[in-house]
């Protein structure tokens, strides 16, 4: 049956979707009303179920109709790449990926398996980045995907795929007397040495920090700045002060950290993968990118 289902005519069933009526379709694709009728017949005989309830004026899908459009709007987009797909395996693929080791590792693993998988000759080349280099990358052409904070209002020119969500929580080394309470307020943070990342090359992480404990009427007592997460969690163990991390950060913790909960915690960080705009809708990224969301699914 699938054999048989031609690509026009799924791209006509969409488009008499998208458009609910018959007639606004036939338009908008360039055929006649009643050209355009008998490709949505012969595609719900093909397949054996009726698609659309016909209404005096407008069109509704069925549930099989509902199914079919999602399939069909996949479809249609892997035979829209399929071409440059082809030619990228051909030529081979170089990939540069900037990423924040604190957030995006797992996902990434995954992520680059999975694409390499689809691209065998691909070259994938990885960067742990701040996010301000990450950004840089992208606007000189130096990387072509970034796995980071999206910061969708200061970042022009970049299109963002959301991919997760990042819950806050306390670092503090075992022995640390925070570390024996269940849930840690703003006010014992705002009370202990505060280390942090590098304000200048990563904002949104001070944006975040700061901004919670001034929502409190609180302010910080920062100890020290950090470039990376390594030597920040080098720092919570060895006893210098706490840290505000995210939970997707435990999995690099050193044993003798433990994590606890906030009270009246800041908005997660929205995890997303970020490319040029102008680039957008070039075949390999799109792959990479999905198979960074199906990643960050499993998670």
């Not at 170089?94 to 998988?117: D, K």
């Not at 929205?270 to 960050?296: N, Y």
Request: proline share 5%; net charge positive; glycine share 6%.
């Amino acid at each position: 049956m699938v054999a048989r289902m031609e690509l026009r005519q799924l791209r006509y069933f969409v488009a008499v979707a998208e458009e609910g009526n018959i007639n606004r379709a036939a338009q908008k694709i360039f055929l006649t009303q009643p050209a355009l009728s008998r490709q949505i017949k012969a595609l719900e005989e093909e397949i054996g179920l009726c698609l659309l309830e016909r209404q005096a004026r407008s069109i509704r899908l069925t549930p099989a109709g509902e199914a079919l459009m999602n399939e069909a709007r996949e479809l249609l987009r892997q035979a829209e790449q399929l071409p440059d797909r082809v030619r990228a395996a051909s030529r081979g693929v170089r990939l540069r990926v900037g990423y924040a080791p604190s957030l995006a590792s797992g996902m990434l693993s995954v992520a680059v398996g999975s694409f390499t998988q689809v691209h065998p000759n691909a070259a994938v080349e990885l960067f742990d980045l701040s996010t301000q280099e990450m950004l840089a990358g992208l606007e000189s052409g130096g990387l072509e995907v970034v796995v980071t904070v999206c910061r969708q209002e200061a970042t022009r020119g970049i299109a963002w795929t959301p991919l997760t969500h990042a819950p806050w929580q306390l670092a503090t080394a075992r022995t640390h007397p925070l570390a024996r309470k269940k849930q840690v307020a703003p006010g014992d943070v705002a009370s202990e040495r505060l280390l942090v990342f590098c304000r200048r090359d990563y904002p949104e992480y001070w944006e975040t920090v700061a901004g919670w404990l001034r929502a409190h009427h609180l302010q910080p007592r920062i100890a020290g700045e950090f470039d990376g997460v390594h030597s920040l969690l080098a720092a919570v163990e060895s006893g210098l002060g706490v840290a505000l991390v995210t939970a997707r950060t435990a999995e690099r913790f050193p044993k003798q950290i433990v994590l606890r909960p906030l009270q009246s915690a800041p908005e997660p960080l929205a995890i997303a993968a970020g490319c040029r705009a102008d680039r957008a809708g070039e075949a390999p990224l799109g792959v990479f990118v999905q198979e960074l969301r199906k990643a960050a699914a499993l998670e």
